[in-house]
Structure formats: structure tokens, C-alpha cells
């Protein structure tokens, strides 16, 4: 498959940057489908604001600190297992 360059506008700073055909090559060798909607400075600077806030995308929003601990109410139990206790 032969890959052309192409103009695409920036989605954050709207300015147009080049999709080259060498990075149209490595995007379709790693399976992705969709072009870059970001430039490459914008995109650093996104990378660079992730990795700041705590990392990957999957630890937003939660705190790395540990759980508060509470003592087992022992009236839930019982009425929950009454056999096992």
C-alpha cells in the first residue's frame, strides 16, 4: 500500500501540521485506523500533562493513597451467616 503526505488541522491549536508517509506507514504497521488529530508539539505537550497528572490514563481521577480501614460490624455478620459463625 502506498501512503501519501497529507494536511491535517490541529484539534487544540488549529494549526496544520504534515501526516507523512512514513508515519502513515508505522501508524498502519501498529493497527491504528485513525489519523493524529493532534500536531506533534500538541501532542507532547498532552503526553507531557498525562504523565504529570499520575501517569496512565486508568488512574484518573483516584488518589494513590491508602484505604481507611473500618472494624467489621459484627451484627452484619451474624444476620448475613448465621450458619458459619
Known amino acids: 500500500m502506498s501512503f501519501q503526505d497529507k ?27 485513525n489519523e493524529p488529530k493532534r500536531c506533534p508539539t500538541c501532542r507532547q505537550a498532552r503526553k507531557a500533562t498525562q504523565f504529570a497528572n499520575g501517569g496512565s490514563s486508568y488512574n484518573r481521577g483516584y488518589s ?10 459484627w ?4 444476620q448475613r451467616y448465621p450458619s458459619t459463625l
Do not use: H, N
Open 7 to 33: 494536511s491535517i488541522e490541529c484539534s487544540d491549536c488549529g494549526t496544520t501540521f504534515t501526516f507523512s508517509a512514513e508515519e502513515q506507514e508505522q501508524f498502519a504497521s501498529r493497527g491504528y485506523t
Open 64 to 73: 494513590s493513597a491508602p484505604r481507611q480501614m473500618f472494624p467489621v460490624k
Open 75 to 78: 451484627c452484619y455478620l451474624w
